[in-house]
């Protein structure tokens, strides 16, 4: 089993529409969680991070669940700009310190 | 304001042949890193560097060297190119006192061993 999980996709998603994903992660004492974007043949950005009370940036929401292990993100009001692929990124543990696991990515399609 | 950069961006090579990927990053961070992505993989850490002469392996440092001389230079070297190491390379870089998720990463070098 891989240390980190996501549905592939495409997700394929009219524009102005919800859309929302998860990803599962395998070890239970893994520490930070973080969401990143990544464009077609371009380097991955830091999307936002996850926090356990969950946050929010503006039409983004990700959210912890820590009993059943695995985070999601949620697009709201989805533009054409958010076609890309997201990455689901893990700290395994605290003395993993730098070491990020990354998800195999969840393509978005936004189409009009 | 560069940030960080790789090059080449484009390398095509032999079987055999040693390889080296530069890195480079001008905002001074602390640590940097190197990996690979591959379908079915992810991204997958190769190495990483804490500083200056302090580097560590990451999940797949078979078949590569680094060094780190100097704070913003961290170059990758493929001793001996095999198909395997087919692959985009990212180099990415944090700073001291960023969180541990907070990397930023370059453009990519694209490389295949032939």
């Known amino acids: 089993r891989k240390e980190v999980e996501q549905d592939p996709g495409p997700f394929n998603v009219p524009e102005g529409a919800t859309v929302a994903f998860n990803c599962t992660y395998s070890n239970s004492a893994s520490q930070s969680f973080f969401w990143y974007r990544q464009d077609c043949r371009k380097e991955p950005k830091l999307l936002m991070s996850?926090?356990?009370s969950g946050n929010e940036d503006g039409r983004f929401t990700a959210q912890l669940n820590r009993a059943s292990q695995y985070i999601s993100l949620l697009i709201r009001d989805s533009k054409l700009s958010d076609s890309a692929t997201y990455l689901c990124v893990v700290t395994p543990t605290a003395a993993a310190g730098n070491k990020l696991t990354f998800g195999g990515g969840t393509r978005v399609l936004v189409k009009p | 304001d560069a940030g960080i950069t790789q090059s080449p961006r484009y390398k095509i090579t032999e079987t055999g042949r040693q390889v080296t990927l530069m890195c480079h990053q001008t905002w001074s961070h602390s640590y940097m890193f190197w990996y690979r992505q591959d379908l079915g993989h992810g991204l997958r850490l190769i190495y990483y560097s804490a500083a200056a002469d302090i580097t560590d392996k990451g999940e797949v440092p078979d078949g590569y060297v680094v060094s780190r001389s100097k704070t913003e230079n961290f170059p990758l070297t493929l001793e001996s190119a095999t198909r395997s190491q087919t692959s985009v390379y990212f180099c990415?870089?944090?700073?001291?006192?960023?969180?541990?998720?907070?990397?930023?990463f370059g453009p990519g070098t694209r490389l295949t061993v032939t």
């Open positions: 990415a870089s944090r700073p001291l006192g960023g969180g541990a998720g907070e990397q930023y």
């Open positions: 996850v926090y356990s």
